[in-house]
């Protein structure tokens, strides 16, 4: 692990302590070198993902240092998990501002060990440095697929079934709830559930167990992360297919249906925000069954919401009756 | 590679039209996944490294975009290159302020580009961003090295001999000069040495060529980032020995010994500033006169600049009479 600033503790003291217990890897001697060396086991290929989170773009100011460590690596191993792959290593480049605290430090490795901790993967090593900006994480995820196994968003053929893992649109709630307060009062939310919401933008959930179920049953996948439309749609654009959505069939938690009971008028945007951190896999209409039964038994949620179409049909979200939605956006977008 | 930003162009066209020409690799699917797959040849290894830059940091506001990209690679090559290993794939992380251009960014990947065509290395993937900061890059370079064969801080034994590779404190006085433009005056110089100092700041040399040199003959080495003293330091540190370092056999480059000539007081800042991006080999005194005829052979410069002691003796900078230099500080530390 490269370093090249130093705290009342001293660099090689926050790596030695705080990190070197990260690195599981016997290729990543205890951080101890600028570079890591790693076996790729025979028959396998590597799978890497890069993602950044900046402080006031990704994340809160105000957000636990823990939940940050957290989100850091799960968005990381979602993008691992739509293409089937099982984490293995990953770097990290942690670039904060003089004067952070080594508790800040400890709380966001912490937050990196709890989902290390639901997974095969460990820090292998990385690099520390000052900045006059804000806060900004970059993990590079490296994950492990069977030869030819990796499932990618190209590979979707019309007539496949859509599904999603997890819940839709709790991240949106949760941050909009952190904004408003008051949005509570208005959406009938107890505790519990504005706790619930808060936490799924915080803390997406860990899904990389959900990776050999879609190398095994799907055709092409992607994980979602600016918008449930917007991300199908980069799918269908790379498999050259069109989608229908079925909006009555996307999955809500218990919280994000009580917000849609008072406000109906924010399915669009629940469909359309990001954050969400499933993975949507397309799986042939013969394999359905069979992907069903194998997640139900490995205790995995996956709602088929559609299926794929022609290219020329688009991808269009439809309610019950098949009427189309219209979108105003369907992705998440920085400007 | 992951997008959320969108300019004028779009974040998919950006992506398209200018870092896409620089993935090589059929896994890095044109850049229009997520994640990239990849091959590690049979009985290779991967070495995998990681650094940060971020202006006013590592590079200055004013650096051409050009040398930034450029300086971004060259310093993870130097990395791999130390540990013996030939760049293969990286992911770029790419926070920019809003409002960056497209110039900066087709400048930017043109010294990707400059950097690629020196080097077998090439992109695979990567993430950009929004940042409320300032321009921040990270890249995770992946090299290759055969299986068991690359070279680590750790195995310098008392009696190797000391090389380095390139010229020493050309960095360190081009960034004087850039904020002391008068010091040339002062130094004697001519607007060609200037321009020289100035690019070994802004533009690391490439040295990834040398890697098979490291492989085949260093016992332990690492590359010359954060100080030439501090750096020999952490390889001894690591390898539990210590170092005698030559001050007379220090290589300068002819603009460095027009400085040290007219202001022979800079001697131990310069073998103590960072950025020179050479690589530190030690290599025994047995292969010694292998290396450098191998290393002559290859069209590359390397200088015998002192040799392995025991850890009792430190590491140490001597004048031609062996008397002890003092040093205020050994190597870089950005508080």
Same mark, same amino acid.
């Given at each position: $692990?490269?370093?090249?600033?130093?705290?009342?503790?001293?660099?090689?003291?926050?790596?030695?302590?705080?990190?070197?217990?990260?690195?599981?890897?016997?290729?990543?001697?205890?951080?101890?070198?600028?570079?890591?060396?790693? $076996?790729?086991?025979?028959?396998?290929?590597?799978?890497?993902?890069?993602?950044?989170?900046?402080?006031?773009?990704?994340?809160?100011?105000?957000?636990?240092?823990?939940?940050?460590?957290?989100?850091?690596?799960?968005?990381?191993?979602?993008?691992?998990?739509?293409?089937?792959?099982?984490?293995?290593?990953?770097?990290?480049?942690?670039?904060?501002?003089?004067?952070?605290?080594?508790?800040?430090?400890?709380?966001?490795?912490?937050?990196?060990?709890?989902?290390?901790?639901?997974?095969?993967?460990?820090?292998?090593?990385?690099?520390?440095?000052?900045?006059?900006?804000?806060?900004?994480?970059?993990?590079?995820?490296?994950?492990?697929?069977?030869?030819?196994?990796?499932?990618?968003?190209? *590979?979707?053929?019309?007539?496949?079934?859509?599904?999603?893992?997890?819940?839709?649109?709790?991240?949106?709630?949760?941050?909009?709830?952190?904004?408003?307060?008051?949005?509570?009062?208005?959406? *009938?939310?107890?505790?519990?559930?504005?706790?619930?919401?808060?936490?799924?933008?915080?803390?997406?959930?860990?899904?990389?167990?959900?990776?050999?179920?879609?190398?095994?049953?799907?055709?092409?996948?992607?994980?979602?992360?600016?918008?449930?439309?917007?991300?199908?749609?980069?799918?269908?654009?790379?498999?050259?297919?069109?989608?229908?959505?079925?909006?009555?069939?996307?999955?809500?938690?218990?919280?994000? $249906?009580?917000?849609?009971?008072?406000?109906?008028?924010?399915?669009?945007?629940?469909?359309?925000?990001?954050?969400?951190?499933?993975?949507?896999?397309?799986?042939?209409?013969?394999?359905?069954?069979?992907?069903?039964?194998?997640?139900?038994?490995?205790?995995?949620?996956?709602? $088929?919401?559609?299926?794929?179409?022609?290219?020329?049909?688009?991808?269009?979200?439809?309610?019950?009756? *098949?009427?189309?939605?219209?979108?105003?956006?369907?992705?998440?977008?920085?400007?």
């Amino acid at each position: $692990m490269a370093e090249d600033e130093a705290r009342d503790e001293g660099e090689f003291e926050i790596i030695a302590r705080i990190f070197a217990p990260l690195a599981r890897e016997t290729g990543a001697l205890d951080l101890k070198d600028d570079a890591a060396v790693l $076996m790729v086991s025979e028959g396998h290929e590597l799978v890497v993902t890069c993602d950044t989170l900046v402080e006031g773009v990704h994340f809160l100011q105000n957000d636990p240092p823990r939940s940050i460590g957290h989100k850091a690596l799960a968005v990381n191993l979602s993008d691992l998990t739509a293409k089937g792959a099982r984490g293995y290593v990953y770097t990290l480049s942690l670039a904060l501002p003089k004067g952070t605290g080594t508790f800040w430090i400890e709380e966001f490795a912490a937050g990196l060990s709890d989902v290390q901790a639901e997974t095969d993967i460990s820090l292998i090593g990385g690099d520390t440095t000052a900045t006059p900006g804000p806060p900004t994480i970059t993990i590079t995820a490296l994950g492990l697929v069977s030869h030819q196994h990796a499932v990618m968003r190209l *590979g979707a053929s019309r007539g496949d079934r859509l599904y999603v893992s997890g819940t839709i649109g709790d991240a949106y709630l949760g941050l909009r709830l952190l904004g408003e307060p008051n949005l509570a009062e208005t959406w *009938g939310l107890t505790d519990e559930d504005v706790a619930f919401l808060v936490d799924r933008y915080r803390r997406p959930a860990v899904n990389n167990r959900l990776a050999i179920l879609i190398r095994n049953f799907a055709q092409a996948s992607i994980d979602v992360s600016d918008g449930l439309v917007g991300d199908i749609e980069k799918l269908c654009r790379v498999s050259h297919v069109g989608a229908s959505i079925e909006t009555a069939r996307v999955p809500f938690s218990n919280a994000g $249906m009580k917000v849609l009971a008072r406000e109906p008028s924010l399915l669009p945007i629940l469909i359309t925000a990001g954050d969400d951190y499933g993975v949507v896999a397309a799986v042939s209409e013969k394999s359905g069954p069979g992907f069903e039964s194998e997640a139900e038994a490995a205790g995995a949620v996956f709602s $088929m919401l559609g299926t794929v179409a022609e290219a020329s049909e688009g991808v269009r979200a439809v309610d019950a009756k *098949g009427q189309a939605i219209p979108l105003k956006r369907k992705g998440f977008s920085h400007f």
